[in-house]
């Protein structure tokens, strides 16, 4: 079992920066790969971020490339989505999301996640 705790959402205006971290407990967290999904209101989940076990390998949504960056500290057993220029529709609940086995790739899709964390909301105010 992982449990995940996403924090570091808030209220933010456009143009502006945040950074979500996600801590994990549980089974060896270096073993996992973990991503970044979000849900607006009214819409489906979608994928925002991904990194592989070591983080030797990341993976954006094309709507994210370029302003954020996904990092992770397995010492500290920590995932990281630091979020800059952000846009209105970048509003959403923000989830982290863990793999259950040890992988050098990174997944994009929600099903192929076995654990996630409770949200962090984020809101960017125009």
């Known amino acids: 079992q992982v449990q995940l705790v996403e924090s570091g959402g808030g209220l933010v205006q456009a143009g502006g920066s945040l950074r979500l971290s996600c801590l994990a407990s549980?089974?060896?967290?270096?073993?996992?790969?973990m991503g970044w999904f979000r849900q607006a209101a009214g819409k489906e989940r979608e994928f925002v971020a991904a990194?592989?076990?070591?983080?030797?390998?990341?993976y954006y949504a094309d709507s994210v490339k370029g302003r954020f960056a996904i990092s992770r500290d397995n010492a500290e057993n920590t995932v990281y989505l630091r979020m800059n220029s952000l846009k209105p529709e970048d509003t959403a609940i923000y989830y982290c999301?863990?793999?259950?086995?040890?992988?050098?790739?990174?997944?994009?899709?929600?099903?192929?996640?076995?654990?996630w964390g409770q949200g962090t909301q984020v809101t960017v105010s125009s």
């Open positions: 549980g089974r060896s967290f270096s073993s996992c790969s």
């Open positions: 999301a863990a793999v259950a086995y040890s992988s050098s790739a990174v997944y994009t899709q929600a099903y192929q996640y076995n654990y």
């Open positions: 990194i592989s076990d070591t983080g030797g390998a990341t």
